[in-house]
């Protein structure tokens, strides 16, 4: 499967920004899928994970409340929805498939497909 992630831009604190993660190649529903990100310096961290159907999602505690992630697997993309954009929260965005579920969703190598990254700027 390929993915192409989108939707990234500068924002000011407080403000939104929905990414798109669009999958070609094979059915999105196949996938559990998740949203990581990448501040410069600094390690990949999760972001979001959902299950195959959408009824199933996780944030990490810096992003909860703030973020939602949700599916269309008719329209075979995934998306994140950011809220309350912090400066903190400037980075680039990548969506990435699992096959299987994996024993930590929140590690990289559960996944098997990444997308390019979309950057993400929050002005303060």
């Known amino acids: 499967v390929q993915l192409q992630a989108s939707g990234g831009g500068l924002v000011q604190a407080g403000g939104s920004l929905r990414l798109s993660c669009a999958a070609s190649?094979?059915?999105?529903?196949?996938?559990?899928m998740t949203w990581s990100r990448q501040a410069p310096g600094k390690e990949r961290e999760f972001v979001a994970r959902?299950?195959?159907?959408?009824?199933?999602?996780y944030y990490a505690d810096s992003v909860k409340g703030r973020f939602t992630i949700s599916r269309d697997n008719a329209k075979n993309t995934v998306y994140l929805q950011m809220n309350n954009l912090k400066p903190e929260d400037t980075a680039v965005y990548y969506c990435?498939?699992?096959?299987?579920?994996?024993?930590?969703?929140?590690?990289?190598?559960?996944?098997?497909?990444w997308g390019q990254g979309t950057l993400v700027t929050v002005s303060s």
């Open positions: 990435a498939a699992a096959v299987q579920y994996g024993s930590d969703y929140r590690a990289p190598g559960v996944y098997d497909y």
């Open positions: 959902i299950n195959r159907n959408g009824e199933i999602t």
């Open positions: 190649g094979r059915p999105l529903s196949t996938y559990f």
